[in-house]
């Protein structure tokens, strides 16, 4: 019997989802629906099933990041994604792993909705421009201009410079040693002088509701982690959104997920994702592809 190309497909179908809104539960949602909409086509009557799925994905994902939009304004403090807990196998596809990675999902939050669907599925799908405006109902000229747009944007904020995953993880160990012992002093010299910290609580945890520049105010606000017993804070390295990165526990419970963008050996920004909601799915690792 043939597999459903819906099933063969899914992990696609995910990780556009995902890139497009950011949120796992959302991207969950919008592959429900775009399945019961999958279920209702006479299938015989689809030539290319993969790009038919991919743009119906496309346009739920649109209509739910429309959706969003007004909920994120009401947002208390600052919105992060929803960290993933993936394979190293994840890291090997370098593109991927950088098109998922927390940083670069800050970055694709600050373009509009149909930008963001244009830049996902042209720069990390590699759709041409036709099937891109199939999905998103504008001409293929438009898209082209939409797409140079949305790359120039994206290009201006995105980090600038690439580190080995191997480099990436001893910074990454070498911060949470450092966050784990309370040792003000290496975390100061761990990150660069410009650092800035982004923390996401929802208003459910602790966070800072604005980002915090500069070292001297990030160490000690990372210090204040420590003001629980030692004992009963852990640090774990795991593999987040395709690279190296962190988990806090304090008395065996999951409190935060760190993620660390480095640059020539040092820390320039630490993100750390403390709403429990976003807490959910740290414990399996999420397939992506593409």
């Known amino acids: 019997m043939t597999e459903d190309p ?3 497909h899914r992990s696609l179908l995910f990780t556009v989802a995902y890139e497009m809104l950011g949120s796992a539960a959302d991207a969950e949602d919008v592959l429900q629906e775009s399945w019961l909409r999958w279920a209702e086509v006479d299938q015989s009557r689809v030539s290319e099933a993969r790009a038919y799925l991919v743009r119906t994905v ?3 994902a649109l209509n739910r990041l429309r959706t969003l939009a007004r909920s994120r304004e009401d947002y208390v403090g600052e919105w992060l994604p929803e960290p993933l807990l993936t394979s190293p196998d994840v890291a090997e596809d370098v593109e991927l792993a950088e098109s ?7 970055v694709l939050e600050t373009l509009g909705p ?3 669907a244009v830049f996902v599925l ?4 590699e759709l041409p421009y036709g099937e891109i405006a199939e999905a998103i109902g504008k001409s293929t000229a438009a898209v082209r201009q939409i797409a140079r747009r949305a790359r120039e944007h994206v290009a201006a904020r995105r980090p600038r410079v690439q580190v080995s995953r191997s480099e990436q993880r001893a910074v990454v160990e070498r911060f949470l040693l450092a966050l784990r012992t309370g040792q003000l ?3 100061v010299e761990v990150m660069a002088p410009d650092v800035v910290l982004i923390a996401d609580g929802g208003g459910l945890a602790a966070a800072a509701l604005a980002p915090i520049h500069g070292v001297e105010l990030v160490a000690k606000v990372l210090a204040r982690t420590n003001r629980v017993e030692v004992a009963a804070l852990a640090t774990t390295a795991v ?3 395709g690279a190296p990165a962190g988990r806090i526990e ?3 419970e999951l409190a935060t997920a760190v993620s660390l963008v480095v640059e020539n050996g040092q820390v320039t920004r630490v993100y750390l994702v403390r709403n429990p909601r976003k807490l959910t799915r740290l414990d399996e690792p999420t397939e992506l592809a593409r």
Do not use: K, P
């Not at 998922?100 to 800050?106: H, N, P």
């Not at 042209?122 to 799908?125: L, N, T």
């Open 185 to 187: 002093q290496e975390l």
């Open 58 to 60: 496309t346009r739920q």
């Open 239 to 241: 593999w987040l959104n």
């Open 100 to 106: 998922v990675s927390i940083a670069m999902l800050t």
């Open 122 to 125: 042209r720069e990390v799908f």
């Open 114 to 116: 149909t930008e963001r």
């Open 6 to 8: 819906f099933v063969t």
């Open 250 to 252: 304090i008395d065996g």
